[in-house]
Nanobody, 127 residues
């Protein structure tokens, strides 16, 4: 069982930056993938970024590539999402997630296709 707790959300002006953190507890196998999704009320879940726990290989949605950076600290069991050049359209609830595999379950996400979720943290970008 893996528990995920996000922190770092808030209100920021467009063009600003924000850093989200996700503290993971429980057994995280080396094969795991951890990452972030976001969701706006009334819209579908959207993949943001993911990172492989062992190799550090990263994956990004096109909409955030070049602006967001995902990183991990295996010793502290944390995954972070550094967000730069924020836009109003980045406003959403951001969820940390973890799953043993990376594939369509991340690219075309559904709640049921990812094993573990955090409770979410709100990011609001004012224009």
């Amino acid at each position: 069982q893996v528990q995920l707790v996000e922190s770092g959300g808030g209100l920021v002006q467009a063009g600003g930056s924000l850093r989200l953190s996700c503290a993971a507890s429980g057994r995280i196998a080396s094969s795991y993938v951890l990452g972030w999704f976001r969701q706006v009320p009334g819209k579908e879940l959207e993949f943001v970024a993911a990172i492989r726990w062992s190799s550090g290989t990263t994956y990004y949605a096109d909409s955030v590539k070049g602006r967001f950076t995902i990183s991990k600290d295996n010793a502290k069991n944390t995954v972070s999402l550094q967000m730069y050049s924020l836009k109003a359209e980045d406003t959403a609830a951001y969820y940390c997630a973890a799953d043993p595999t990376y594939g369509s379950n991340w690219k075309i996400p559904r709640r049921s296709s990812i094993n573990y979720w955090g409770q979410g943290t709100q990011v609001s970008v004012s224009s």
